[in-house]
């Protein structure tokens, strides 16, 4: 495990984060592998929202709702993440686990962002099956895959079951967002 908050070159812990965001995407590392630093947890926090509002706003600029919908699904996958570690007796590894989430967020939004904004349909009007479609579910699935592993390493549950959770967080927060009102265009966390 890496020490975050300790004084030191900036530039170099970052890329050293980043390397471990990596490492977690190509199955050599995990939550585990990052600090338990809360100063780097928000960080990862507001670094996500702010990829989410500044790509929704740029490619999806009907939606006013785009910031609030970003730090509100933010807040419920990590509130989600919470309760599923309580749930498993884990709770003291919520912190890198939120970590290595947001991270991994945050590392495919300035892809997925404009990706799903490309292939969005018109109201009413069924998904194209495109090669951006195809794209689209592929890395959907591989991105439910990388989070499944994170929670697998967290909770020590089956990687089935750890599926099941993400998906049911997913679904979770897609549902209090509709429930508030902020549409269906939400981007999700994880």
Do not use: H
């Amino acid at each position: 495990m890496q020490e975050f908050n300790a004084q030191g070159n900036e530039f170099r812990k970052m890329t050293g984060i980043i390397k471990i965001f990596i490492d977690i995407l190509l199955s050599r590392a995990g939550p585990q592998d990052l600090p338990a630093s809360k100063q780097l947890l928000g960080i990862c926090f507001a670094t996500l929202v702010v990829l989410q509002g500044v790509l929704g706003t740029w490619l999806i600029p009907g939606d006013e709702a785009i910031v609030p919908q970003a730090i509100l699904s933010t807040l419920i996958t990590l509130a989600w993440v919470a309760l599923v570690l309580q749930l498993s007796g884990r709770p003291e590894r919520f912190v890198q686990t939120a970590i290595a989430l947001l991270g991994i967020a945050c590392l495919f939004a300035p892809v997925s962002i404009p990706l799903v904004s490309t292939i969005r349909p018109e109201v009413g009007q069924p998904v194209a099956m495109t090669p951006l479609a195809l794209v689209a579910f592929v890395l959907s699935i591989f991105l439910i895959y990388v989070n499944a592993r994170i929670l697998r390493a967290a909770t020590e549950r089956s990687m089935f079951q750890c599926v099941l959770l993400f998906m049911a967080g997913e679904l979770f927060t897609f549902f209090v967002l509709v429930a508030l009102g902020l549409g269906t265009d939400a981007p999700a966390a994880g």
